[in-house]
């Protein structure tokens, strides 16, 4: 059984054939390329029995590669998006797994794929339909990517102590760095752990593990101490509640 993976983010595609090769010894992966045009290429060429095709790719989508698939490939799509989920069913993807992919929900894929047991096409528009219709929430950021002069550095999210708000960006604060970040506060809140990571102010989230104290002034205001940051952090009235004496 071969199988070919499609990933324009190289340590994405070397961490997804690391899982697949733990979770399923006998497959081989044939090839692990990093743009559509390749993916299209490496199927017509390989012809495998599986393909893991990222959707958004240079020169081409995951999408038009898949047209390259020959008859019986099983194609898998894995994406941070899901806004061409329903293209992805009509051409009658096997699997559809958005990033970041946990290992339970991969290991599902792979029994799928390995019991053949693939429902017709109009059964996975139904499916998904239904999914769309009340979407699950996805897993929790693991990783965040940080430009750093011509460098991205990659930093684990349990690291950070805590994130601040700068216009457009966000700075992000680990024990000995600041980092900036392209993403915007609000729109980086939505995709954290909010068992790990609470709001303390409108410009400000911290990790709750960081957190060594809450100080209560004498006019209520509360200020925290975090274990790895030499500085104090303003709790707002709105959430000052949080840190309240049970």
Same mark, same amino acid.
């Given at each position: 059984m071969k199988a070919i993976i499609a990933d324009d983010e190289r340590h994405l595609a070397d961490d997804l054939?690391? *899982?697949?090769? *733990?979770?399923? !010894?006998e497959l081989h992966i044939a090839a692990v390329v990093h743009d559509g045009v390749a993916a299209a290429a490496a199927l017509a060429e390989i012809k495998p029995d599986f393909a893991f095709l990222d959707i958004r790719m240079p020169g081409q989508s995951g &999408? %038009?590669?898949? $047209?390259?698939? !020959?008859?019986?490939? $099983?194609?898998?799509?894995?994406?941070?998006?899901? %806004?061409?989920?329903?293209?992805?069913?009509?051409?009658?993807?096997?699997?559809?797994?958005?990033? !970041?992919?946990? %290992? +339970?929900? &991969?290991?599902?894929?792979?029994? *799928?794929?390995?019991?053949?047991?693939?429902?017709? !096409?109009?059964? &996975?528009?139904? *499916? &998904?339909?239904?999914?769309?219709?009340? @979407?699950?929430? @996805? +897993?929790?950021? $693991?990783?965040?990517?940080?430009?750093?002069?011509?460098?991205?550095?990659?930093?684990?999210? +349990?690291?950070?102590?805590?994130?601040?708000?700068? %216009?457009k960006y966000t700075l992000l604060q680990t024990r000995d760095a600041e980092l900036l970040l392209r993403t915007p506060l609000k729109e980086l809140l939505a995709q954290l752990d909010p068992q790990q990571f609470w709001q303390v102010h409108r410009g400000t989230v911290v990790n709750v593990g960081q957190i060594v104290s809450a100080h209560h002034d004498l006019l209520g205001k509360v200020s925290l101490t975090l274990r790895d940051r030499p500085e104090k952090i303003a709790v707002s009235r709105s959430y000052a509640h949080l840190f309240r004496q049970m």
């Open positions: 054939q690391r *899982r697949l090769q *733990r979770l399923w !010894p &999408l %038009d590669a898949a $047209r390259s698939a !020959p008859a019986g490939c $099983r194609v898998v799509f894995v994406t941070a998006y899901d %806004d061409h989920a329903v293209q992805a069913f009509e051409q009658a993807a096997a699997d559809y797994l958005l990033k !970041p992919v946990s %290992d +339970e929900r &991969l290991a599902r894929c792979v029994e *799928r794929l390995k019991q053949h047991a693939v429902a017709a !096409p109009d059964e &996975l528009l139904a *499916r &998904l339909q239904r999914l769309l219709a009340a @979407p699950a929430k @996805p +897993e929790p950021l $693991r990783w965040l990517r940080a430009q750093v002069g011509q460098t991205v550095r990659m930093v684990a999210v +349990e690291e950070v102590c805590c994130f601040q708000s700068a %216009d």
